[in-house]
């Protein structure tokens, strides 16, 4: 008997932390998944709102000697430059340089060595950047962790009161509940929310716990790649250097690295005796998410030492980066991850909105607080689930409708998106919460819509040429908003039907009520 009753209170405590615990931080979760799910396809968002940076692909040797044209042409004495190669997910030849605080980039024509000129923007990065760190700094970065530490709580609270869906999973019981739905999807994406929040969890530890490298290397600790990486640079030597052609390095470290494998490339010092050149390789075809190298004398030529192996706790800690940031296994695991970070995020949205159905009767006869409580909740599940997706469709437009020019242009983009979501919070307070569902769903298929209308209308990338051409990265953007778009088109419908549907047992209600004799 002791036993059974320590077991009820066992699981009601288990499901109230489920509840309380999923519904307080379900807002943030949601958040979190959502823009984390986009951030997948961070290159291909970023490729799309540059639609200046379309250039022809050409030999590796070629795309790296115009960018050393380019670099001693316009900074002949910095103390550092960089080198960003074209990818296949990442087309754009981009140059750096450094002198003192003072840090300049831009975007070269891989064929032509011309400079090319692209809207200021954050593009993909603006999402990545925001999952991990709410563009708040290190407040952003502790929430978000403790957030993720709540994840991991509501998954194995989860489990422990619904052991039964598991099974029910399995036999295909399936119902049209958002209960079934939040469960069904929770069992289906388990593995993987397991993975995603475990590992972000990981990537942040770092961060979030700075004692922890001071204790374990000291004060002298700058960071995991001082640690991991052999140190190939040199002080500068103050004696005028002649750098050797970059060109005349890229076979030597494609022979060390592999070919067509350089991502990006660092000088240091060029112009000085003591120049080091550092090759990096790219991460795309392997899990452990850090770059082997190959350092030259920039004077000689000579090479300095290659780092292609690590030790196993460093290979160990970068392959659980590698499994969240999903850079290996290219397009097949991207899909993946994206597909699964959707169904994650209805599987969040469902349980936020099911709270508020299981409780509405009950909060219709409280009083005024618990009245106010309650409509809260509603306003915030919708601004948090609908708001969103309307924010990151107008941070879209935004790039696209823009002046090219206009000063300070990134930091407007990202005011359009946190803008449109306060003023989606403003509508949800403000109007009847199925109407504000369906208004906020059909505004934000609309945008998702116009979006390849938008794009064709704007810039000469639009869906049709991008197919044309095999620009797939463009027109996948385009493609996937418009499947957006269909789907929250769908979901408006659904509940424009139960409207009808309700405001018709209403009228029904009321003449059944009627008085006979009027």
């Not at 291909?44 to 639609?51: A, K, L, V, Y």
């Not at 929040?197 to 700058?222: D, E, H």
Request: charged share 15%; glycine share 6%.
């Amino acid at each position: 008997m002791n036993q059974n009753t320590q077991n009820k209170t066992f699981t009601r405590a288990m499901s109230e932390l489920h509840t309380w615990g999923g519904l307080i931080f379900g807002w943030l979760l949601f958040v979190i998944f959502f823009t984390g799910t986009l951030s997948v396809f961070e290159q291909e968002i970023t490729h799309w709102m540059q639609p200046n940076l379309r250039s022809s692909q050409v030999a590796a040797i070629q795309s790296l000697a115009a960018a050393e044209q380019k670099l001693r042409q316009l900074a002949p004495h910095s103390d550092t430059w960089t080198i960003a190669m074209p990818q296949k997910r990442h087309q754009d030849l981009e140059i750096g340089w450094k002198k003192g605080k003072s840090t300049i980039e831009k975007h070269v024509d891989p064929q032509t060595g011309a400079l090319i000129k692209s809207p200021d923007t954050e593009g993909g990065h603006f999402f990545a950047h925001f999952h991990y760190e709410l563009h708040s700094g290190k407040a952003g970065l502790w929430l978000v962790s403790l957030t993720s530490v709540v994840m991991l709580a509501a998954l194995i609270s989860g489990i422990l009161i619904r052991k039964q869906v598991v099974k029910d999973f399995f036999l295909l019981r399936w119902r049209r509940t958002w209960l079934s739905i939040h469960t069904m999807t929770g069992v289906l994406t388990l593995p993987f929310v397991l993975l995603i929040t475990y590992t972000g969890l990981t990537v942040t530890f770092f961060s979030i716990l700075p004692v922890v490298p001071q204790v374990l290397y000291g004060n002298s600790y700058r960071g995991p790649h001082t640690v991991a990486a052999q140190n190939f640079d040199r002080p500068r030597a103050n004696i005028p250097g002649q750098l050797v052609p970059l060109t005349q390095l890229l076979p030597v470290a494609e022979r060390e690295l592999g070919k067509d494998s350089i991502s990006f490339i660092r000088i240091n010092n060029p112009s000085d005796k003591q120049s080091v050149v550092t090759f990096y390789r790219n991460v795309d075809d392997t899990i452990v998410a850090i770059s082997s190298r190959s350092a030259f004398d920039g004077a000689t030529g000579e090479l300095l030492g290659s780092q292609t192996t690590w030790n196993k706790y460093v290979h160990a800690y970068r392959s659980l980066v590698g499994l969240h940031i999903a850079r290996f296994g290219g397009y097949p695991i991207s899909w993946l991850y994206f597909v699964a970070g959707l169904i994650s995020s209805v599987m969040i949205a469902t349980g936020l909105v099911f709270f508020t159905i299981k409780r509405r009767s009950r909060y219709a006869h409280t009083d005024e607080i618990g009245r106010f409580l309650y409509r809260s909740i509603e306003a915030l599940n919708i601004a948090a689930i609908s708001g969103l997706f309307i924010a990151c469709a107008a941070y879209l437009w935004g790039n696209r409708l823009l002046p090219a020019d206009l000063l300070n242009r990134a930091d407007i983009e990202s005011s359009i998106f946190f803008t449109t979501w306060f003023m989606m919070l403003i509508h949800a307070f403000q109007r009847p919460p199925l109407q504000a569902w369906r208004e906020q769903l059909s505004l934000a298929a609309g945008l998702c819509l116009g979006l390849p209308i938008l794009n064709t209308l704007t810039t000469n990338v639009g869906l049709s040429p991008a197919i044309r051409n095999g620009d797939w990265m463009t027109a996948g953007v385009d493609l996937t908003a418009a499947l957006m778009g269909i789907l929250f088109a769908l979901a408006a419908w659904q509940i424009t039907l139960k409207q009808r549907k309700t405001v018709t047992k209403q009228s029904a209600l009321a003449l059944s009520t009627q008085p006979v004799n009027q």
